[in-house]
């Protein structure tokens, strides 16, 4: 039985490029993100913002 904090697991590796400024490299990312970026959202809010899909 899983726990309380509970890790999300892929069965494939995605990456989203990020510029040293914080800007993301693409302009679209169809891959789900981890919900568990909102907490940094200072850190990838530009990354959050074009992201379609959170699980």
Same mark, same amino acid.
């Given at each position: 039985?899983?726990?309380?904090?509970? /890790? %999300?697991?892929?069965? !494939?590796?995605?990456?989203?490029?990020? +510029?040293?400024?914080?800007?993301?490299?693409?302009?679209?990312?169809? /891959? %789900?993100?981890?919900? !568990?970026?909102?907490?940094?959202?200072? +850190?990838?809010?530009?990354?959050?913002?074009?992201?379609?899909?959170?699980?």
């Amino acid at each position: 039985m899983p726990g309380a904090s509970m /890790t %999300p697991r892929f069965d !494939s590796n995605n990456v989203v490029l990020i +510029e040293d400024n914080g800007n993301p490299v693409g302009t679209r990312i169809k /891959t %789900p993100i981890p919900t !568990s970026l909102r907490r940094h959202d200072g +850190e990838f809010s530009k990354v959050l913002a074009i992201a379609q899909n959170f699980v």
